[in-house]
Structure formats: C-alpha cells, structure tokens
C-alpha cells in the first residue's frame, strides 16, 4: 500500500450493497457475510482485506482496484471482524462459521437423543459453543468480566441440561416424536438464559445510543433490553426449522427397510440435513431484524429522554444502536 491514489469516484465502502430496511436486503447482506466458504479464508488474507477496508475509508486505494475486490474485502471483513471494535472474532464465534459449526453440534443432538448420558453430553458441547458466539457477537462496548462469563456459561447451560434430561425422563412413555422435539425445547430454553445473561452487562449499564447521523446521546438499559430480545429470537428461529421439521423427516425415513440396514449413517445423515436447514436459516434468522436497531424517543428512559431533549428538542425522534447478533 506505498502508492495509493485518492478514491473519486464517490464509491463508499461502508454503504450497504442492499437496503437494510427490508427483510430481502438484509437477507442477501447476511447470505454475504455468513458465507462458510470464509471460514477457509487465510488470516492474512483476512489481515489484507482489513487494510484494505480502512484504506478506503481513509479515501485511498491501491492503485488499480477494481470495485469487486473492495466488496470482496469489506465481505471478509464483515464475516471476520466486530463491527464495534474492528477487532478479529474468534474462529468459532463467527457467524459464519455457524453453519459448520452449527451442523455437526445440532445433528449429534437430534442423533443422540434417547439415553441420559448422552444428552448431557451434547447439551454441554453446545451450550459451550453457544457461549463463545454469544461472548463473540455481543455489543462491544459493554465490557463483561470473566467471572460474569462463567456464571452465564453455567446458568445456561444448567437451563438446558434441565430441561432437556427432564424431558427426555418425561417423554420416555410418550410417541417417539416427542422425544426427538426435546433437544430444541432445551436450545430454546438455554437461549432465553445464555444471551441475557452473557450480555448482562449491557442491561446493567446500558448501552450507547446515537442519532441518525453516528453522534453519541447516551447510554439506554431499555435499548439493550429491545436488542437482546431481539437476538434471542433470533437465534430461536435460527434453530427451529431444522429442529423441528428434521425429527419428523427422519421418523418417518426410519420406517424404510434400507434405512433401518444403514443405522450407521443416521447420524452423518443428520449432519448433513442440518447443513441444508441452516445454510438458509443461519442469514435468514439474522437478517429478521435490523442490525443497526432503533428506538423511539418516547420509549427511552425518562433521564435520557429529557436530556436528549433539552440538547436537541424534537430533531430526534429515534435513538440507533448495534443490538448485536
């Protein structure tokens, strides 16, 4: 990057390809972003891209360039960095490392279903993946202690493996189906504890709110509150298809002659099915609500709302904030 030409052309890098105020929009930006082919991607191709990203938002470019490499570049760094901090995500925590990540935990669950043992031990293994997305996609500029962590890691994952052992203890005499339904009322009950409770801090103390135009107005519990909620049902309906659809596809599937002769492969069947459901719902789920999420000004609170008025009378009817993933 030692010869670099000033960009003018007008092309701004940080402005959506799609409009963000539609489902459609949003989905294709999330198609983009939760891409599991950039799992593969290098890290320092990813550092690349990086540097390139905020070259360009310094109006400078390799001589060169094309526009497709730029949207290339800002792909990888939306896949791969916070949009708080810029700082690199975790390997696991990323979004896009949902579907693969996803499959294998969310298959073993719908397999391995029916003895106690094993229900606790997947129910753990994904509680545990769960904690690192969820500490990974949290609104960044709401620092969470280790000891905060721990508590939300064992709270929720006690949430799940209660529910989930209860169940599958209460369903032992109920149609077989029902038991196969039983690892999604536990993700579903362990995502109601785990996000809250990993972003506690965010409820505590709030979180920064701006205006239209990115200037800072305050700190909201009840924006965060609003994002959290959000991102719970979220990760919900991230979830439920493929967890609810796929136990009624392999019941009847398991009836079949050849399928009962390959028991061996149900659970890498399952695997794979899991894929198919979350390589759609992975960015359709994301993509439900705004990330750039807003808030009326009568529904701050009171404090804020007062002092955002006396600064600015009624020239801001909405507040704006990150609510996270």
């Known amino acids: 990057y030692a ?4 960009v ?28 599991p082919r950039t799992v593969l991607v290098p890290e320092e191709e990813l550092d690349r891209a990086k540097a390139l990203v905020e070259s360009c938002r310094a109006g400078l470019v390799p001589p060169g360039s094309s526009q497709e490499q730029l949207l290339y570049a800002k792909k990888l760094y939306d896949s791969a960095f916070h949009p708080d901090s810029g700082e690199k995500m975790n390997f696991i925590g990323r979004m896009s490392f949902q579907v693969p990540g996803g499959m294998a935990i969310t298959g073993c669950m719908l397999q391995f279903y029916r003895t106690v043992p094993a229900v606790v031990f997947w129910q753990w293994v994904n509680q545990s993946f769960n904690a690192f997305v969820n500490y990974t996609n ?13 508590v939300a890691y064992v709270t929720a994952t006690g949430a799940a493996l209660a529910t ?12 077989p189906l029902l038991a196969r339904w039983v690892p999604f009322a536990a993700v579903a009950a362990a995502n109601c504890v785990n996000i809250p409770m990993m972003r506690q801090q965010e409820i505590i103390n709030g979180i ?15 924006a965060a509150v609003k994002g959290i909620a959000q991102v719970v049902l979220s990760r919900i309906t991230m ?15 398991e009836k079949f002659t050849f399928m009962q002769r390959i028991r061996v492969l149900h659970g890498p069947l399952q695997v794979v099915l899991c894929g198919g459901f979350l390589l759609f719902m992975v960015p359709a789920a994301c993509a439900l609500f ?23 009378g009624d020239k801001v009817p909405y507040v704006y904030f990150n609510k996270g993933l």
């Open 3 to 6: 010869k670099m030409a000033t």
């Open 8 to 35: 003018s052309l007008g092309f701004n890098i940080d402005s959506p390809r799609w409009d963000q105020s539609t489902f459609v929009g949003r989905l294709k930006h999330f198609l983009n972003i939760t891409d």
């Open 138 to 150: 949290r609104n960044a500029a709401s620092p969470i202690s280790l000891r905060q962590i721990g």
């Open 164 to 175: 989930a052992v209860g169940l599958n203890l209460y369903t032992k005499r109920a149609p």
């Open 208 to 222: 920064t709110v701006t205006d239209e135009n990115n200037n800072e107005l305050g700190r909201s519990r009840r």
């Open 239 to 253: 979830a439920a298809p493929g967890m609810i659809i796929l136990p009624i596809i392999m019941e009847r599937l």
């Open 290 to 312: 705004p990330q750039r999420c807003s808030l009326a000004l009568a529904d701050l609170e009171v404090e804020l709302r007062d002092s955002i008025m006396a600064k600015h």
